[in-house]
């Protein structure tokens, strides 16, 4: 038995992040964007592997989502738009983030996620509680009770909620000086320099502009789309019609979207160019609520099937709704820094569509041909940040075992049907018509997988090697397989081999590491 050495405290949660960080360059899944000019803020590049692990994850979201859904389809809308587009969405006139500066480290925050950090440091602090409670009865412990009565707890918790209440009801009304007072309120310290010298809270615009037309000036600005839903609802009539949908269907989307981020830090998790595997979900108005709860049903299933941890989310309740949204929550993941957004899943009511018919002209109704009623539909979003899934499959596989007697090793356990490279072939030797033999299997296979030869070092530095970017099958061949017509395969977390009959390889792959075994 080996153990699995993971800890998450305060100083080890920031150097987890820079082993992962180290790690995905060191391996191929991700570079600084022009690092050779020293780097731009907050862009990044995905290098072999880490292009293969993000198709992957695109090509698991769009199959449960499109293809194992009768009424769901997919489009990719363009990344450019007319500009009422943004107007009638409110991105013009209220796509705005709560800008506060730090007087003495001279450091840019959000006002909001200062304030949700602090209610994050009292919400472990409750989970501390927990855990004492738990050492201390063990087996008779009852969490539920325990939380509904413990001093400690309900004190937290009214404390919590009274933050809540207060940050409600400034942002709702849009009180920037109220946001300033609650920092100061809660002495919310900037994590840099200690101090609490705060400016005043401004809002500042997300819209990245530019201009249509080849000479400045002469043709009007678009913008950079600073989301991918925008591009479902313009289509929703063209799609409606043309695919002969009724109601309830879905649009779903892969595309990339802009942000000019106040703060974009946090390796991948926050960048200013992202892509969203995003799905709006129409349906007849007073439906909304229960296919909400339909869809946080179905996407924390998703999650839990790829096997990292259902300890490891949890769901979060917005506490101020976005102007389109009569209920809002996140899926959140506990990433090296912590619980974080991962997936948003928003009831946005009808304002989408209304604001597109008044903006364009265009009536973008439903007509039930049982009720004979025409209606503008309401839609239940559900949205993830491909590269926050990226960091949430890379961050939670990456491990260090000891394997005892002075031996370790570091291994990305990635789900198997995630991986990168799903089968290494690494023939024993370079001779004796092992390369050969190995060249054969290796066409057997790689039409439907992705695999690696490697040749060189010793066969346990080669599996090590592969163990690092989460392969999580090695076909070794030797001499018997020239007679046997057999390799060994070796399993990445067990570390387990076996012999199977080259026959018999492909439907022996496909088993361990195809698409279907997540469904």
Not at 371 to 398: C, H, N, Q, W
Request: hydrophobic share 35%; with cysteine; glycine share 6%.
């Amino acid at each position: 038995m080996f153990h699995v050495a993971k800890h998450k405290t305060a100083m080890s949660q920031e150097d987890g992040l820079k082993k992962v960080i180290s790690h995905a360059k060191e391996y191929g899944f991700v570079f600084p964007s022009s690092e050779i000019y020293d780097g731009l803020s907050a862009a990044y590049d995905y290098g072999q592997l880490g292009s293969e692990l993000k198709n992957n994850i695109k090509n698991y979201w769009w199959t449960a989502m499109v293809r194992m859904n009768d009424n769901i389809v997919g489009i990719d809308a363009s990344i450019f738009m007319h500009p009422k587009t943004w107007k009638a969405s409110g991105h013009v006139d209220a796509f705005n983030d709560p800008l506060i500066d730090n007087k003495d480290s001279k450091k840019r925050y959000r006002a909001d996620v200062l304030i949700e950090d602090h209610i994050a440091k009292i919400e472990k602090k409750i989970d501390k509680d927990v855990a004492k409670g738990l050492k201390r009865f063990g087996d008779d412990f009852n969490e539920a009770e325990f939380r509904a009565t413990n001093t400690n707890v309900l004190r937290r918790k009214k404390t919590i909620d009274e933050i809540n209440e207060k940050f409600k009801n400034a942002m709702n009304a849009e009180d920037l000086a109220g946001v300033k007072a609650l920092i100061e309120e809660l002495e919310i310290v900037c994590p840099v320099s200690g101090s609490k010298n705060w400016t005043d809270v401004r809002q500042f615009n997300l819209m990245f502009s530019t201009e249509l037309g080849a000479v400045s000036g002469d043709s009007g600005v678009i913008y950079l789309r600073p989301e991918t839903a925008q591009g479902i609802f313009v289509n929703y009539l063209n799609v409606q019609k043309s695919g002969r949908m009724k109601l309830p269907f879905g649009i779903a989307q892969i595309g990339k979207a802009f942000r000019n981020e106040i703060i974009a830090r946090q390796f991948i998790f926050r960048m200013r160019e992202f892509e969203q595997m995003e799905m709006q979900f129409f349906v007849k108005p007073g439906d909304q609520g229960e296919w909400y709860e339909y869809w946080k049903t179905e996407r924390i299933k998703w999650h839990s099937t790829l096997g990292l941890g259902d300890e490891n989310y949890k769901f979060h309740d917005h506490v101020k709704l976005a102007h389109y949204a009569d209920a809002a929550c996140d899926i959140e993941f506990d990433f090296p820094m912590g619980f974080k957004e991962l997936e948003g899943i928003h009831s946005r009511t009808d304002f989408d569509l209304k604001s597109h018919e008044e903006f364009s002209g265009k009536k973008l109704r439903f007509f039930d041909p049982e009720t004979k009623e025409s209606f503008v539909p309401y839609v239940v979003e559900t949205s993830i940040g491909l590269d926050r899934m990226f960091l949430a499959v890379l961050s939670s596989s990456f491990k260090e075992e000891d394997l005892g007697e002075g031996n370790s090793r570091t291994v990305l356990s990635i789900p198997y049907a995630l991986a990168p490279v799903k089968v290494a072939i690494l023939p024993l030797v370079k001779k004796d018509g092992l390369p050969e033999k190995a060249r054969e299997v290796i066409s057997k296979l790689r039409l439907n997988h992705n695999c690696q030869y490697d040749e060189k070092d010793g066969i346990g530095r080669r599996y090590r090697r592969q163990d690092a970017i989460g392969t999580p099958l090695c076909v070794t061949i030797d001499h018997d397989s020239l007679n046997d017509h057999s390799v060994t395969v070796r399993e990445r977390d067990g570390m387990t081999q076996e012999r199977i009959l080259i026959s018999e390889l492909p439907a022996y792959v496909e088993s361990r590491v195809g698409m279907a075994t997540l469904f």
